[in-house]
């Protein structure tokens, strides 16, 4: 019976991938872009941030690295993106890895 379940778990979570991983990366990437701006033009703090994220981002974790202004935001296991503060071009993600 637990090897059934198993598999069927393997099963649907190889039938979801690309889309888990295309959510994955949507989140991650809106999170660092949200985040920088509220940080890095808003002046809040990075937890103060987290109250503009929309439903269903809790698992997004956020670093900052002040030298460099710039926010990360991960999924856990499955995408990281920053986002970094430009003068005059605002907060910019980093290129997107083909």
């Known amino acids: 019976m637990l090897a059934a ?3 069927a778990m393997a099963i649907a979570l190889a039938w979801f991938w690309k889309p888990l991983g295309g959510y994955a990366v ?5 999170g660092a872009k949200v ?3 509220c940080r890095y033009i808003g002046g809040r703090s990075l937890q103060d941030c987290r109250k503009d994220f929309v439903s269903g981002m809790g698992l997004v974790m956020l670093s900052e690295d002040a030298k460099a202004r710039s926010v990360t935001a991960r999924f856990p296991l499955l995408s990281r993106q920053t ?3 430009r003068e005059g071009e605002g907060c910019v993600l980093e290129k997107w890895a083909d």
């Open 35 to 37: 985040t920088c701006s």
């Open 26 to 30: 949507a989140g991650a990437s809106y």
């Open 5 to 7: 379940v198993l598999l």
């Open 83 to 85: 986002a970094t503060f």
